[in-house]
């Protein structure tokens, strides 16, 4: 059973570029959330994406936006890329209306490096 | 908003010791707290969490108290190896179901030496 997948692993963008970065959801999870780990940081909620809609969001400007699809898998966007999103984007799923336990729990994928020159 | 503060930063321990890594959340309605562990390089994996309805939770080694009064939860691990050699996030979360952020401490790097 797979887990929570992330592409690309790395990727190097220049200031004022675009970037999309890619989740597939653990099996059997519906709800997919993102979130920004800078460099000694602990992570930071981006938005939350359930039933192909945000459903929350975080303190993040415009720029950041995202989709779900029917397949519940996910997209983060980020447009006019600035030097301070150069941070690890995680992708996290978990299973909406239960509670965080056992089986669900919020699950991370490995993440997308992203270096903004 | 929900605020974790999560102390200290860095914890350097003998192996076979134990350490202990304190948050503190701001939001009384906050009900769940996990912890995750990050090894350099990886994904944080859940390690541990406690619901607001419990005052203590073991896991082997590993061990979660929660005080809602006082508005603040600890991870013990006791008979530290080298391999609990990580950061160690703390963070809170409100609400009923797995449709819920977590907002998340600054993490402790724990060095478990030999």
């Known amino acids: 059973d797979a887990g929570v997948t992330q592409s690309p692993t790395h990727l190097i963008k220049t200031r004022g570029q675009q970037v999309t970065l890619r989740c597939s959801p653990k099996s059997g999870h519906d709800t997919v959330s993102w979130y920004q780990q800078a460099l000694g940081q602990g992570p930071q909620f981006i938005f939350q994406y359930y039933e192909e809609e945000e459903r929350q969001r975080g303190n993040f400007p415009d720029r950041f936006s995202g989709h779900q699809f029917p397949n519940y898998s996910s997209e983060l966007n980020v447009n006019a890329l600035l030097l301070g999103d150069s941070a690890l984007y995680l992708c996290?799923?978990?299973?909406?209306?239960?509670?965080?336990?056992?089986?669900?729990?919020?699950?991370f994928g490995a993440g997308s490096r992203l270096t903004v020159l | 908003g929900e605020n974790v503060e999560q102390h200290p930063s860095t914890l350097s321990v003998q192996e076979g010791d134990s350490a202990v890594i304190k948050c503190t959340y701001s939001d009384s309605a906050s009900n769940y707290f996990p912890w995750y562990k990050q090894e350099l390089g990886k994904r944080p994996q859940l390690i541990i969490d406690?619901?607001?309805?419990?005052g203590e939770k073991k896991d082997q080694r590993i061990a979660v108290t929660l005080n809602k009064t006082a508005k603040h939860f600890s991870l013990h691990i006791t008979e530290t190896q080298p391999e609990d050699s990580a950061v160690y996030f703390c963070a809170a979360s409100k609400g009923r179901g797995g449709g819920n952020k977590l907002t998340f401490g600054t993490g402790t790097q724990l060095k478990v030496e030999l």
């Open positions: 406690i619901r607001s309805n419990v």
């Open positions: 996290a799923s978990s299973l909406n209306g239960q509670p965080y336990s056992g089986a669900n729990v919020l699950t």
